[in-house]
């Protein structure tokens, strides 16, 4: 008997793992109801997820399956500039095609190389103000602030700025992993809305090096990037490339805290770090459901029959646990082999700032390691919460010693 789930509830965070693997077993494609009466799907099975993500039946523009009442309710929320639905994440080829070539070059593995000088800079920065301490919260002192230092810092964004953000994200966080928050979240919404508009005209009539610049010079140039597209570009590289990796520094943290065997393997054996950090994204993924798709058309899936105009969710988390794939799914260990994890999704939508993540994730990692060699977790691991969003997975604190 397959479990009854109820996917949006803390319950469900708290449990996800073992769900996830009853799941895999027992209905691996599973039929449940959105609050907005709309049938959707979970895929919890490694190679269906993959093989749905690279899917082209599966899209990410539902405008033309849905009545405007259900898009209302539930799927995006509108916002002023259509933030959420003229970026690359919500489109499919051609829009996203375009979308995506205008910042590709931005975010190749060389480029991002370039950064590793300064992303050390800003994680040395971040350790001497606490250093003297003996504690800290992970979570505020070092995982928030360092991504979205970077982030700004590619966009063009003065420093003096950057504390706003603070309150602008994560009051964009919580309406977007909880779309009946978003009346809330609206004033803070417009007041980034606004912050973006005065960016956007100062970068028109003073171009710099930075990504703003870019885009603009893209948008009057080439006609290849409408006004709202612009925005809701900015808006993008900021919220998925923020919170996804402020929790893959504090994932990571806990992880390698919560099995102290590996954390000293990784001290002693320093060149291990590219393969911890992708055991950690396979281990506790920051991104647990990629974003939403829907049948574009009728796909017969395993035994189930999708419809068109229904939405799947693929668990992203589930296919990194899936024995079927990886030997010892539930076993953290940061030299494993093979480790094709889907932490970044796969397919077209296949993380653009991947290369990015793991960069700062490694530095932070190395210089933790470095700096603060005896950190340990000052509460007992089983005290640590997760927040509450579904399709996250991050620690709201994470108190420290060293
Ligand atoms: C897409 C995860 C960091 C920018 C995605 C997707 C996943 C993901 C799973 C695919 C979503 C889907 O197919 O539905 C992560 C994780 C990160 C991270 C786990 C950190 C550990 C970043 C960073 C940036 C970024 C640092 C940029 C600054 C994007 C963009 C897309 C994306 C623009 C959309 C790509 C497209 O639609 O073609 N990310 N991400 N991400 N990510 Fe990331």
């Known amino acids: 008997e397959a479990p009854q789930l109820d996917l949006f509830s803390s319950e469900f965070k708290r449990n996800a793992y073992s769900l996830y693997a009853q799941l895999r077993e027992q209905e691996p494609v599973y039929r449940f109801m959105l609050p907005n009466g709309q049938t959707a799907w979970l895929i919890t099975r490694y ?25 209302d309710k539930w799927t995006f929320p509108m916002l002023e500039r259509d933030l959420l639905i003229r970026n690359m994440v919500a489109s499919d080829p051609p ?18 190389e370039e950064l590793r000088g300064r992303i050390q800079e800003i994680a040395d920065t971040l350790l001497d103000e606490i250093q003297d301490k003996g504690n800290m919260n992970v979570m505020d002192d070092f995982a928030f602030p360092l991504p979205i230092i970077v982030i700004c810092e590619m966009l063009g964004i003065p420093a003096e700025d950057r504390d706003s953000f603070r309150d602008w994200s994560n009051a964009i966080v919580r309406a977007v992993h909880l779309p009946e928050k978003i009346q809330e979240a609206l004033p803070q919404i417009r007041s980034f809305i606004k912050y973006m ?12 090096e930075d990504l703003v610049s870019s885009l603009i010079q893209a948008e009057t140039e080439g006609e ?3 006004e709202n597209e612009l925005y809701s570009m900015i808006f993008l590289l900021i ?27 990784l001290k002693s054996h320093p060149g291990l770090i590219s393969s911890a950090v992708e055991e950690i994204l396979r281990f506790y993924g920051p991104v647990e459901l990629a974003s939403s798709r829907w049948a574009g058309e009728d796909v017969p899936f395993h035994e189930q029959l999708i419809r068109k105009g229904d939405m799947i969710a693929v668990a992203l988390a589930s296919a990194n646990r899936d024995e079927a794939q990886f030997i010892h799914p539930d076993r953290f260990d940061i030299t494993r082999k093979n480790n094709r994890h889907l932490a970044f999704g796969t397919g077209i939508h296949h993380c653009l700032g991947a290369p990015l993540a793991r960069l700062e994730g ?14 340990r977790l000052s509460t007992d691991p089983g005290t640590l919460q997760w ?7 991050g620690l ?3 108190p420290v010693q060293f």
């Open 95 to 112: 829009d996203h095609t375009r979308l995506r070539n205008l910042v590709q070059k931005a975010f190749t593995p060389k480029m991002i």
């Open 47 to 71: 190679e269906d997820a993959q093989a749905a993500l690279k899917d082209s039946r599966f899209i990410k523009n539902p405008h033309t399956l849905l009545s405007q009442e259900q898009m």
């Open 239 to 265: 919220v998925a490339g923020h919170e996804t990796t402020v929790n893959l520094i504090g994932n990571g943290v806990f992880a390698l805290l919560q099995h102290p065997e590996q954390w000293e393997k």
């Open 396 to 398: 709201v604190e994470l």
């Open 224 to 226: 290849q990037l409408t």
């Open 197 to 208: 508009g005065q960016l956007i005209e100062e970068r028109r009539n003073d171009p710099d």
């Open 362 to 375: 490694q530095i932070a990692l190395l210089t933790l390691l470095r700096r603060m060699p005896n950190l």
């Open 387 to 393: 927040v509450p969003a579904y399709v996250m997975r």
